[in-house]
């Protein structure tokens, strides 16, 4: 804890900087899908479909740690708020 504690900033920017290449991807994602539909190629549909799952396998692993974050905080203020009940 003492860890996260010193270097909370770099990891919200490692955080930020995820978030936005997941989002990068996601958008790369909806331009594949569409050219997918236009391509008759088996080879070249083959690659595509294999550059959807890896971006739709890291935009997921983004997505994971996020809401493990959000719950993580909320576990965690939620803790602090009932030993300040308790206390009184």
């Known amino acids: ?3 996260l504690k010193k270097y909370w900033i770099f990891l919200l920017i490692a955080l930020i900087g995820a978030n936005y290449v997941g989002f990068y991807l996601l958008w790369e994602s909806v331009g594949i899908s569409d050219a997918l539909e236009h391509v008759e190629s ?3 549909i083959r690659e595509l479909k294999q550059k959807d799952f890896l971006y739709t396998l890291f935009v997921d692993a983004v997505m994971i740690l996020d809401f493990s974050l959000i719950l993580s905080l909320l576990f965690m203020g939620g803790s ?3 030993q300040l009940v308790i206390k009184k």
């Open 1 to 3: 804890m003492d860890l």
């Open 42 to 44: 088996e080879a070249v």
């Open 80 to 82: 602090k708020i009932v």
